[in-house]
């Protein structure tokens, strides 16, 4: 396979080149690649149709190298191609679309090299293309305002301003909306969304149901509501329960389609993952499996565990069942008897009542040497390494209460870190295997 990286070759990315370039030599001189820097918006997908007319044989894979807009660029420039692949290197701050894959990591060169091929869907807009998610209404008004005051230099606090700007006068747009066929809406409309991912602007889970390589759209047509409803609404878009909780199930219509005709008299826009595209009339539909993705190999797992009450097994179980574990008996029970005093820490502690989450996950390092367990929770900050070590010598009543399973966690593992990040507790737990 000859790989092809494509990086963002803007100025303040150059960290991008300097760490895919170093992933490149680490992986040996038997890759087959070359590397090509873009040079504005845009340039990504020009660059990936041209190589593509110009060598129709070469079975080659297009690594997008930095985050969500070098990502979409890629994927853009190969819809139509035979033997042609699509991956990623994920360098930016999110990239949405990928989140539909929690347990690949899309950071890894090796991980990338030893992945396997997937076919997937994208959106097809007019001229354009969609891989993850198409905004009109409400979010539309929001990114074309951003975009506007950024293009002006006026960034501080565009977001804020956008926002603000939206809820004046984004609030009625009229657009009407027809869905495989059948008119949506028979007012004005808040927001209308057609998803081919789940996740939307890093946090908000925008189409919890929806499936990449389904060949459906994931369509949601949001009715106007005031300011306060918008409010209560907006936790849980967030958590992807706006379908079936109250206020918001009352306020969303929820389809799965194949094509979505916009049409409207004032001139809208349209949001194509975060690029904006302005007109009169769209004509979006779903193209089943036109992407080739290579996801990364399954070497590291990651899952999320809410509520976590009464999961202290399930969790280990979990973590145990990954390929990452060796098959050593004798490693296996240091290694579980770990987990188990980690994970009961925090199912125990954290939270009140267990009423919380925890994420949980395993990864391999490329040499297949160093095991690292990752526990996070948000709950109570507790740093389990502060506390003084039980003095074993002494008999069982005389000994202080508490203490002793990390005790034994850091007998049993090579090296234990902790640290407090963005309001979460992170506990990372290192075990060589081989």
């Given at each position: 396979?000859h790989y092809?990286?494509?990086i963002?070759?803007?100025d303040?990315?150059s960290?991008i080149?300097?760490d895919?370039?170093r992933?490149?030599?680490?992986?040996?001189s038997r890759?087959?690649?070359?590397i090509y820097r873009t040079?504005?918006?845009g340039d990504?997908?020009?660059?990936?149709r041209i190589?593509?007319d110009?060598h129709p044989?070469i079975e080659?894979?297009?690594?997008?190298?930095?985050?969500s807009g070098?990502?979409?660029?890629?994927?853009?420039?190969?819809?139509?191609f035979?033997?042609?692949y699509l991956s990623v290197?994920?360098?930016?701050?999110?990239?949405?679309?990928i989140?539909?894959?929690?347990?690949?990591?899309f950071?890894?060169l090796p991980k990338l090299?030893?992945?396997t091929?997937?076919?997937v869907d994208?959106?097809r807009v007019n001229?354009?293309y969609a891989?993850?998610?198409i905004n009109?209404?409400?979010?539309?008004?929001?990114a074309?305002r951003?975009y506007?005051?950024?293009?002006?230099g006026?960034t501080?606090h565009?977001?804020?301003?956008?926002?603000?700007y939206?809820?004046l006068?984004?609030k009625?747009?009229?657009?009407?909306v027809?869905?495989?066929?059948?008119r949506?809406?028979?007012?004005?409309?808040?927001?209308?969304s057609m998803s081919?991912?789940?996740?939307v602007?890093?946090k908000y889970?925008?189409a919890p149901?929806?499936d990449p390589?389904?060949?459906?759209?994931?369509?949601s047509?949001v009715?106007?509501?005031?300011?306060?409803?918008?409010?209560r609404v907006?936790?849980l878009y967030?958590?992807g329960?706006?379908?079936?909780r109250n206020p918001?199930k009352?306020?969303f219509?929820h389809?799965?389609v194949?094509s979505?005709q916009?049409?409207?008299?004032?001139?809208?826009?349209?949001?194509?993952?975060g690029?904006?595209?302005?007109?009169h009339?769209?004509d979006?539909?779903i193209l089943?499996?036109s992407?080739q993705?290579i996801?990364?190999s399954?070497?590291?797992?990651k899952?999320?565990f809410?509520?976590?009450?009464d999961?202290?097994?399930?969790?280990?179980?979990y973590?145990?069942?990954?390929?990452?574990?060796?098959?050593?008996?004798a490693?296996q029970?240091k290694?579980r008897?770990s987990?188990e005093?980690?994970?009961?820490?925090v199912?125990?502690?954290?939270y009140d009542?267990?009423l919380?989450w925890i994420?949980v996950?395993?990864e391999?390092?490329?040499?297949?040497?160093m095991?690292?367990?990752?526990?996070?929770?948000a709950?109570?900050p507790?740093?389990?390494?502060?506390?003084?070590d039980p003095?074993?010598?002494?008999?069982v009543?005389?000994?202080?209460?508490?203490?002793?399973?990390i005790?034994?966690?850091?007998?049993?593992?090579?090296r234990?870190?902790y640290k407090?990040e963005?309001g979460c507790?992170?506990?990372?737990m290192?075990?060589r295997?081989?």
């Open positions: 396979m092809i990286f494509v963002n070759g803007r303040d990315k960290f080149a300097q895919v370039e992933q490149i030599a680490e992986a040996g890759l087959d690649y070359e040079t504005g918006v990504g997908t020009r660059f990936v190589y593509c110009l044989r080659c894979c297009f690594v997008a190298c930095g985050g070098t990502f979409i660029e890629v994927a853009s420039g190969l819809v139509g035979s033997k042609k290197l994920s360098y930016g701050l999110t990239n949405d679309f989140k539909c894959y929690p347990d690949r990591d950071h890894s090299l030893a992945g091929p997937r076919p994208i959106m001229d354009n891989i993850n998610v009109v209404g409400f979010e539309a008004v929001v074309s951003v506007d005051l950024e293009a002006s006026k501080r565009a977001v804020t301003r956008g926002i603000g939206a809820l006068f984004g009625r747009n009229r657009i009407r027809i869905a495989d066929g059948e949506m809406n028979r007012r004005n409309l808040f927001l209308c081919n991912g789940r996740w602007a890093g889970l925008c149901d929806a390589e389904d060949g459906l759209i994931e369509f047509i009715r106007r509501m005031s300011p306060l409803t918008l409010l907006l936790p967030e958590r329960e706006q379908f079936t918001g009352r306020k219509i389809r799965r194949r979505v916009l049409r409207s008299r004032d001139l809208i826009d349209i949001c194509l993952d690029e904006i595209l302005s007109g009339s769209f979006i539909e089943h499996h992407i993705l996801l990364p399954l070497v590291s797992m899952k999320r809410e509520p976590i009450v999961k202290c097994g399930e969790i280990v179980d973590l145990m069942s990954s390929p990452d574990i060796p098959q050593d008996e490693l029970f290694i008897l987990i005093e980690a994970v009961e820490n199912v125990r502690y954290a009542g267990g919380g994420e996950g395993t391999l390092d490329p040499e297949g040497v095991l690292t367990i990752l526990l996070k929770d709950g109570v507790f740093n389990p390494l502060e506390k003084e003095d074993i010598t002494q008999s009543e005389d000994r202080e209460i508490g203490g002793l399973g005790f034994l966690c850091k007998k049993l593992m090579d234990i870190e407090y963005d507790n992170i506990l990372i290192t075990k295997v081989a």
